[in-house]
C-alpha cells in the first residue's frame, strides 16, 4: 500500500511543462531522505505502529505510525499541488503532453543555451537582458553558470542510480535464518477431548515466535547496516541535484521553457532517491512490526 501511494505521489514531478511553464517543487529531497526511519529490531517498529483490537482481543496493525504516514502525506500533498496548478492554468490535455526529456535530450538543450549565451556575449547583446534592463555580462554569466550546475546534477544521475540498484540487490540477497518448530505438545485425555492443552500450545508459541524475533533482529541488522552504508552515498549525489534546484530558486523567474523542463526532469531523478530508501524501509520496518505482533498475540491467548 504504502509503495503504491509513494509511486502515485512521484508523478508530480513527470508533468509536462510544456504548457504552463511547470516548475520544480520548492523542496530539498534530502530533507525527506533524513527523516526516514531506519528498521533495526522488531520490538521498536512495532511499538511504533499504529494497532487495533477485535472483539476477541486479537491484535492488528493499521499502518507503520506517524512518521511514515507524514512522509507518504507531504509526496500527497505535492502531487495535489502540481495536479492544482494543471488546471489553474487550463492545461487539461496530460494524456498528450510530452514525456520528460533523455539524458541526449538534455545534452544537446545544455549545448544550445551555451552557445545563445555565448553568441550574445559575442554580440555584446542579450534579449532577455535588455528586456530586463540587465547587463549583457551579467545575464551571461547568470545563464552560463546555470547551464554548468545542470551539467554536474546530470553528471550525479547515473551514480545515484547506480547506488539505489545497489542497495536494492543487496538487500535482495540478505536472508533471515530458518527456525524450526519446537516438538508438539502431548495430547492430554481431557474429558471427552484428547488433545494438546491450551497452556502447551500458548508456551509453545511464544516460544516459537522469541526465536523468530532473534532470527529477524539479526535480519534487520544487516539491512540496516546496508542503508547506512549506501543512503549517505544517494544523498552526496541528491545533494548536488537538490543545490542546482535552490541555486535556480526553484524556477522562480525562469521563463526558458527548456530550462525549466531540465530542473523539473533532474528533480524527479532526485526524488528516486527518496523512494527508494523509503520503499526498503518502509517494507522491512512491516516485516519487523509483523513479526513483533505474532509474540504479541500468542502471549494474549487466553487458556481457561
Keep these: 500500500m504504502y509503495i503504491l501511494r509513494i509511486c502515485f505521489a512521484v508523478s ?3 508533468v509536462s511543462i510544456a504548457g504552463n511553464a511547470q516548475k520544480p517543487a520548492n523542496i530539498q529531497i534530502n530533507s525527506f531522505i533524513s527523516r526516514v526511519p531506519l528498521p533495526e529490531k522488531s520490538e521498536p517498529c512495532y511499538g511504533s505502529c499504529t494497532t487495533t483490537k477485535d472483539a476477541d482481543g486479537r491484535i492488528s ?10 512522509l507518504t502525506e507531504q509526496l500527497e500533498k505535492l502531487n495535489k499541488a502540481a495536479m492544482d496548478d494543471m488546471r489553474n492554468s487550463g492545461n487539461t490535455a496530460m494524456s498528450t503532453a510530452p514525456s520528460a526529456p533523455t539524458a541526449e535530450q538534455i545534452a544537446e538543450m545544455q549545448q544550445q543555451a551555451m552557445q545563445r549565451a555565448q553568441q550574445a556575449m559575442q554580440n555584446g547583446t542579450n534579449p532577455a537582458a535588455a528586456q530586463s534592463g540587465n547587463h549583457p555580462a551579467k545575464a551571461y ?33 540478505v536472508t533471515m ?8 505438545c502431548p495430547e ?3 474429558g471427552g477431548y484428547a488433545g494438546p492443552t491450551c497452556q502447551c500450545t ?10 523468530c524475533i532473534a532470527a529477524r533482529d539479526g535480519y534487520l541488522g544487516k539491512v540496516n547496516a546496508l542503508l547506512h552504508q549506501y543512503i549517505p552515498q544517494i544523498q552526496d549525489q541528491v545533494a ?6 535552490s541555486d535556480a530558486k526553484f524556477g522562480e523567474g525562469l521563463t526558458d521553457r527548456a530550462t525549466l523542463q531540465m530542473l523539473v526532469s533532474l528533480q524527479r531523478e532526485a526524488l528516486n532517491g527518496f523512494t527508494s530508501v523509503l520503499s526498503i524501509a518502509n517494507g522491512k520496518w512491516s516485516d519487523g512490526a509483523n513479526q513483533y505482533l505474532r509474540l504479541v ?8
Design 12 to 14: 508530480f514531478l513527470s
Design 61 to 70: 496493525i493499521k499502518d507503520n505510525g506517524p512518521v511514515f504516514n507524514d
Design 141 to 173: 554569466t547568470t545563464n552560463v553558470a546555470l547551464m554548468q550546475e545542470i551539467g554536474k546534477a546530470q553528471s550525479a544521475i547515473m551514480p545515484m542510480n547506480q547506488l539505489i540498484n545497489e542497495l536494492s540487490a543487496k538487500v535482495g540477497q
Design 177 to 184: 535464518e530458518e527456525v524450526k518448530a519446537g516438538p508438539n
Design 188 to 190: 492430554v485425555q481431557q
Design 202 to 211: 500458548r508456551e509453545r508459541a511464544i516460544t516459537y515466535e522469541s526465536r
Design 240 to 245: 548536488i541535484i537538490d543545490k542546482l534546484e
Design 297 to 304: 498475540n500468542a502471549k494474549n491467548q487466553q487458556c481457561h
